[in-house]
């Protein structure tokens, strides 16, 4: 996908008409959601621009993607995740989720690959341990969310919850302790990882 990056650089223009059709301007041809997928996927970066306004309308389109995505099948985003991102919307906080969301994506995908490339040392290029690390990870940060909620997660056992002294101190733990707590669950998963690999040895 790489010959579809313009020779400056620049980010591929595609425009939505009101029929919902993508046209590439780039390569002069109409295109699928599934095409941006795989551009997406490939490096290529894009904006897609309503054919009429010139408004930006990227972000929805993304949105559609992965919408698609998640009707195939794939699954990628845990129902308790969406949850707590639905409750921040329109919250105080709803500000400072988009760039706490991008840096931990962003500093996931610089370390995946090289997760990947230990794994396949330390397991033979077994998938199941990766799959375990991938889940903590998950867990990790689902945990890092609910620092930014202000509500409290239901009770696993679907029995209502009513507020407490208990619970009230527990929501006002600071956040500080919070961070801590995800560091030394970092720390510990880095140990288990060190010494599975010393074991393989």
């Known amino acids: 996908m790489s010959d579809e990056k313009t020779a400056t650089g620049e980010s591929v223009i595609i425009k939505k008409y009101a029929n919902r059709r993508l046209y590439n301007t780039h390569t002069s041809s109409y295109v699928t959601l599934d095409h941006l997928c795989a551009m997406v996927k490939a490096g290529v970066e894009f904006e897609v621009r309503d054919a009429r306004t010139g408004e930006d309308i990227t972000r929805s389109v993304l949105t559609q993607i992965i919408f698609e995505e998640e009707s195939k ?3 990628l985003l845990p129902i308790r995740f969406l949850r707590q991102l639905i409750r921040l919307y329109g919250d105080s906080l709803q500000a400072f989720v988009p760039g706490y969301l991008d840096l931990s994506m962003e500093s996931f995908a610089k370390n995946q690959e090289q997760m990947r490339q230990r794994l396949a040392e330390a397991f033979g290029g077994g998938g199941s341990a990766f799959e375990t690390i991938t889940r903590q990870n998950l867990a990790m940060f689902e945990r890092a969310m609910k620092m930014f909620s202000p509500f409290a997660p239901p009770p696993r056992d679907g029995t209502a919850h009513t507020p407490s002294n208990h619970s009230s101190e527990a929501a006002s733990q600071p956040a500080s ?3 801590s707590e995800l560091k030394s669950e970092i720390e510990a ?9 010393r074991e393989r040895k």
């Open 177 to 179: 302790e919070e961070i």
């Open 73 to 75: 099948g794939q699954n």
């Open 189 to 197: 998963m880095r140990r288990q990882l060190a010494e599975l690999a």
